[in-house]
């Protein structure tokens, strides 16, 4: 809370200029100054200073609520819909603001299909439509796409409405791990002037991993990346509290020994096995997973899961994974880490239109670890 913007405390404008003036941009900054230099800063008496250090002081201390009344907040902050029915109904409503939800998977498998549905559901939805941001950092948004999707979505009557759908989609694009510093700065505010509904990563792993490789000479690459994630998700959270947003990132994948994690595996084994994932004997005798070394293991001895390590697992509320199947054009999501759902699959296509999700899904009590899920990527072509 320490790092909340003044401008979201609900202060009156003579304080909000005063603040402005003398560069105290956050919570923080302000109950940094003695009564002193609040008096002189701000203009105000010291009976007036005093009542603001105790109101901030309350706004940063922890506070308790009750079931009912978190109940009843959550209702008002209603979840963002994915467009999916089913779906919908086992997270208990979709996305949830205030949470950060992650989509991981392989290159190819729809993440930023999923992003853009999800960014036109936030403009069309329901009762409270409301403009996203959208931060590309592997320049994959494209405008050409977003009209094919509007275009299967709105009616004949609606397609004027294109020009000013697409301008509530504020679009970042940074190039560094410092440029996406700089607009993490600025979000909050953005959100709040925008009205945003969702803020949209694509990719949270993009610029770490091309920024901090994890044999870079020193080994301090690896320290460096966690630190610079820490600080991201304790953003994004603050973020998608303080503005009843919701926040969805996507992420990469990574390859790791079977025999660093021989308990996982057999838990995850056993999960699949429940839930009847597309993962058939046969695919997996016959799959042979690149290493990044570019050496072949021999199948069975590496398994592929989300990128980032375990301590960004513990970072977002809840991880959807995507992965291929064996059936042509059909993939999966999986309900690998969810605080409303349990583990659960849900076939999907990519249309027109977007995402289509087909089916209940099958779902399973049993839960797995989500830092260790195996993910199933696309066979290589045949020449």
Not at 13 to 41: I, N, P, Y
Not at 138 to 143: D, L, M, N, S
Request: charged fraction near 20%; charge should be negative.
């Amino acid at each position: 809370m320490a790092k909340r913007r003044v401008t979201t405390l609900g202060l009156d404008d003579v304080l909000l200029r005063q603040c402005a003036k003398h560069s105290l941009v956050t919570l923080q900054d302000v109950l940094r100054l003695s009564l002193v230099d609040m008096m002189r800063c701000l203009r105000v008496s010291a009976a007036r200073a005093r009542a603001l250090q105790q109101q901030l002081y309350g706004i940063c201390a922890p506070s308790s609520t009750t079931a009912w009344a978190l109940l009843q907040e959550e209702r008002r902050a209603r979840p963002l819909s994915s467009g999916q029915e089913e779906l919908d109904v086992l997270m208990a409503g979709g996305f949830h603001r205030g949470t950060v939800t992650e989509l991981a998977g392989p290159s190819g498998v729809g993440k930023t299909q999923w992003c853009l549905s999800l960014s036109l559901q936030c403009l069309l939805g329901g009762s409270s439509p409301a403009p996203v941001i959208y931060i590309d950092t592997e320049a994959a948004f494209t405008p050409q796409r977003v009209v094919e999707m509007l275009s299967e979505r709105l009616s004949e009557a609606e397609q004027a409405r294109l020009p000013e759908l697409l301008a509530s989609i504020v679009v970042h694009r940074p190039s560094s791990v410092e440029h996406l510093q700089k607009i993490l700065d600025g979000l909050e505010l953005q959100a709040l002037e925008l009205g945003a509904g969702a803020v949209i990563v694509d990719s949270i792993a993009s610029l770490v991993r091309k920024q901090f490789p994890a044999h870079a000479p020193g080994g301090g690459g690896h320290w460096q990346k966690i630190f610079v994630l820490a600080d991201w998700a304790a953003r994004l959270k603050t973020l998608a509290a303080n503005c009843k947003l919701a926040v969805i990132v996507t992420n990469q994948v990574t390859s790791r020994n079977e025999s660093n994690a021989a308990t996982a595996e057999a838990l995850n084994e056993e999960a699949e096995t429940d839930l009847e994932l597309d993962n058939d004997d046969a695919a997996k005798e016959s799959k042979i997973i690149p290493m990044e070394s570019g050496e072949i293991e021999e199948p069975g001895s590496r398994y592929v899961t989300p990128a980032l390590g375990n301590t960004w697992t513990h970072f977002v509320n809840t991880r959807l994974v995507l992965q291929y199947t064996s059936r042509p054009g059909v993939r999966q999501l999986v309900v690998a880490k969810s605080p409303v759902a349990p583990l659960a699959v849900f076939d999907y296509t990519i249309t027109a239109s977007g995402i289509s999700v087909s089916g209940r899904g099958k779902y399973s009590n049993q839960g797995c670890d989500p830092n260790t899920i195996h993910i199933s990527v696309q066979p290589g072509a045949s020449i």
